[in-house]
DNA sequence: TTGTATGCGTTATCAC
DNA sequence: GTGATAACGCATACAA
């Protein structure tokens, strides 16, 4: 049986009470015996028990994430960045890879405070829910109960293509990622794209645009083969994620192609590691730090603020120019 | 405010220890006033306090699972098949992804019943906690104080050379694999693989023996095209890892050689995405589903009869013969 | 078969 | 400043 407060005030020699106010720092208590006590806990081993205290206090501190495609590993890293954020705050963070409505389920039993759910997948329609709750995914019409935070693809897309040609001067640009349409990020990612290249009034030729049917390294290096296959090459390509611009860089190499001479790449997410690549690579996209302390921050808001109306938060997609992209040859 | 058993209680015109019982499906209480009260509760949409719960019956149902290196994707698989495995049971999981010590305190504050640790550091010592903890990782004397599962590597690699050789004829047999001496388990596959070829008699030509340096797609990818720029060529490979095993496949065909008949190759790691590759792999490993089984049934087990003693459970890998493998032409 | 009383460990509201 | 005491929502031993 662990130690409660009982005990300690019993050897403390005072009442249970002033035990707990002296536990929570409370000022109606004398810093003499207030010290006593904190000292007897200490040497008790006095841990808190949580239920107790939420069963009173109807707060559990701990921010529920789901995340059901697990598998797929393009988010471990905001999750990781995520996880260190909440430590800094009070919160503690617990994830769940069930399915949505099972971890929605589960979340409800353990009453966490508040929930992020990553929404990659289209279909997936979610009610009103009692708690607070913030969606990591694409701002559209669909999802219209709960704050979003948008990474804004969009935006992302016109960045990369503006650098590319307005700084660089490439009017011959291609697309490498995924087309699949039950995943909102990526579609968002291939709009922005053609949207980007009409905006400039560039045209793309139909064999620029490389469905890569996933989003592993060897997916890009599959598509990229296949792209230059085509003896018409591009003078650039815009990677739609880490790992397939990791493939695809390995795959330009592999046709003893120079980057950034011969080809310039810019991909897609802003993570650290895309300095650590054989070449490291210019990239756009949020950085995912900021996005991690955006994510957090909002969720928290919600929790301490609950009358939040639902709102849509787009992020600013931000260019790190490393060594990838080079002007174009005249 | 939500529904307590009070309220329930008060509609349904008995007293509340009555609604307690009959939520429980005590036999204490009558079938027809078991079955008013449960439509009570279900029409006021009741939901038992969970944090009551616990506090009256020091259990909370849940088993803490700590994955600290969330960024290697390797076992993300595992944790889904754990996943659906403590779905079948009263208990839930809740996952951490913070350092060891961190996710530890976290659980201890969540009052989890157990603990399940993925342990591929070595350096890390864990003393003896007050909650049951088991293992998964690799058993030897370091860790003495808890439970393990092992997925029993040096068995596997002795089978997988025990096909090649005995049943197949190979004698020219490289191991690709990471021999990074920061995870154990990638230590134990390769000291196995060398023990199991001296067990045969085979020697092993120096240049057989490739570090990928890591556990991605590419690291397999580079490693086996280095491989392949000696002359002399293995006539089978074991790859160390699900990821290395596709990067290889790619780079011998990369080769223009054929599977398996240029080259056989046999994979560690048994999870049902082995037969949706370029090629079927043939595989060893426990699979992935019975190793969710038993690491859960041991935790349970541990639990709930908590004077278990410190035990080591090597699991049994299998043999799972696909389309990658051939006997070797005489 | 049902109801009453008690306690789980805390916080909070009072008195003293 | 400090100490009783009443909640919080539930399970359970015991009484009716």
């Known amino acids: ?29 004398k810093p003499t015996t207030k010290n006593r006590i904190l000292k007897v806990a200490k040497e008790m081993g006095y841990e808190p028990n949580f239920a107790a205290q939420r069963l009173v206090s109807k707060q559990t501190k701990i921010i529920g994430l789901i995340w059901p495609t697990i598998e797929r590993v393009v988010l471990s890293t905001l999750v990781t960045n995520i996880s260190n954020e909440i430590r800094k705050t009070p919160y503690s963070m617990i994830l769940s890879v069930e399915p949505i409505p099972a971890s929605l389920e589960a979340f409800k039993r353990f009453q966490v405070d508040g929930v992020i759910l990553f929404d990659e997948n289209i279909d997936i329609l979610i009610e009103p829910t009692t708690r607070p709750l913030l969606v990591y995914g694409v701002a559209d019409k669909v999802n219209k109960y709960f704050p979003i935070v948008d990474p804004n693809h969009e935006q992302a897309m016109l960045e990369a293509v503006n650098y590319l040609y307005s700084d660089l001067g490439h009017t011959k640009i291609a697309y490498i990622g995924d087309f699949s349409n039950s995943d909102r990020m990526q579609m968002e990612k291939l709009k922005g794209f053609k949207k980007a290249m009409k905006h400039f009034g560039l045209s793309i030729a139909p064999h620029f645009l490389i469905d890569t049917k996933g989003l592993d390294w060897y997916d890009g290096y599959n598509a990229v083969s296949k792209l230059l296959e085509n003896s018409n090459h591009p003078t650039a390509i815009v990677g739609g994620s880490y790992d397939i611009s990791g493939g695809i860089i390995r795959g330009i190499k592999e046709k003893k192609l120079q980057i950034p001479n011969d080809i310039s790449i810019i991909s897609y997410d802003n993570i650290p590691q895309m300095a650590n690549m054989e070449i490291p690579l210019t990239s756009i996209g949020v950085p995912v730090d900021k996005l991690a302390a955006e994510i957090v921050r909002s969720i928290i808001e919600l929790i301490e603020n609950k009358n939040l109306h639902p709102s849509i938060r787009k992020m600013t997609p931000e260019l790190n120019i490393r060594k990838s992209c080079a002007t174009i040859k005249k």
């Open 1 to 29: 049986m662990s130690v409660t407060i009982k005990d300690i005030a019993k050897i403390a020699g005072v009442s249970y009470s002033t035990v707990s106010k002296a536990l929570n720092d409370s000022p109606l208590v």
